[in-house]
């Protein structure tokens, strides 16, 4: 299927592994220039260049998004590169697993910073061109937390919902201008945070990370954890011109596991 993306400038965050990266080459795939940052450089390089060998036009920008100032220079790379920002996609690494007195105000703070500053400040970044172009489309990875509050994540639980209230505050101011904002909330998904977070369960539970991963299979209609290309399908779809009137949704990519009627 064709969605209309070809030429559209995509900014992915934390795009050179896990969800952020199956995102890249989603959108990469339909045709979308590409910016992409994260933290580690060579990581990054690496997925630049597979995705420059596939074909697609990448422009990749080292930062760490947690820090304003690193999201303004990535901003301001993607459209010195490509005269504008089409579709963000915001994205960060999950905080640390573990109970509320396990975590200190500052690891409070830094949560903030990656999980929630970040989403704000991409946003302050490629909304003005957005309003003034009079199209847009903001994509936030949230978590099916925010539905459902997951055991032993209480800075994901926290910082996450405080997304979801931002972008669906932000859908409305913005409808008028053509820029939808939506966020989708990746389930139980093959990855390298998902794997950590088996592991860390494991520990506490005295199991192995194999019997863990079993558990959440169990509590899954489809039993079985998602595929990262299956959580970009998702991103891909509300980004074209006939996901328009599509605003303020949160959207589960989950296997049915949310059990919330709404």
């Not at 339909?30 to 997925?47: D, I, K, N, S």
């Not at 420059?52 to 010195?80: H, I, K, L, M, N």
């Amino acid at each position: 299927m064709d969605l209309g993306l070809r030429d559209k400038v995509a900014l992915v965050a934390a795009s050179s592994r896990g969800l952020g990266r199956a995102v890249a080459e989603e959108l990469a795939r339909e045709g979308a220039r590409l910016v992409l940052c994260a933290r580690g450089e060579a990581a990054l390089q690496e997925t630049a260049d597979a995705l420059r060998a596939a074909g697609a036009t990448v422009e990749a920008v080292p930062a760490d998004v947690s820090r304003p100032a690193d999201v303004a220079r990535v901003v301001e790379a993607g459209v010195r590169a490509f005269g504008c920002i089409d579709i963000l996609v915001t994205n960060g690494g999950g905080p640390p697993a573990g109970p509320f007195e396990s975590h200190s105000a500052e690891a409070w703070h830094e949560a903030v910073r990656q999980n929630l500053d970040s989403v704000v400040e991409l946003t302050r970044g490629v909304l003005p061109g957005m309003k003034e172009r009079r199209w847009g489309r903001i994509i936030n990875v949230t978590s099916i937390a925010v539905k459902q509050p997951v055991d032993n994540l209480i800075l994901s639980n926290s910082v996450r919902a405080a997304v979801t209230g931002f972008a669906r505050t932000l859908a409305n101011e913005v409808a008028p201008f053509g820029v939808t904002v939506n966020n989708v909330m990746p389930g139980y998904t093959r990855t390298q945070r998902v794997d950590e977070l088996a592991a860390r369960n494991a520990v506490l539970r005295g199991t192995s990370s194999e019997a863990q991963v079993a558990v959440w299979d169990e509590h899954i209609p489809m039993k079985r954890l998602g595929q990262p290309a299956e959580f970009a399908a998702m991103v891909a779809f509300v980004a074209p011109e006939r996901a328009s009137y599509t605003t303020g949704a949160s959207i589960p990519v989950d296997g049915g596991w949310i059990r919330t009627l709404l």
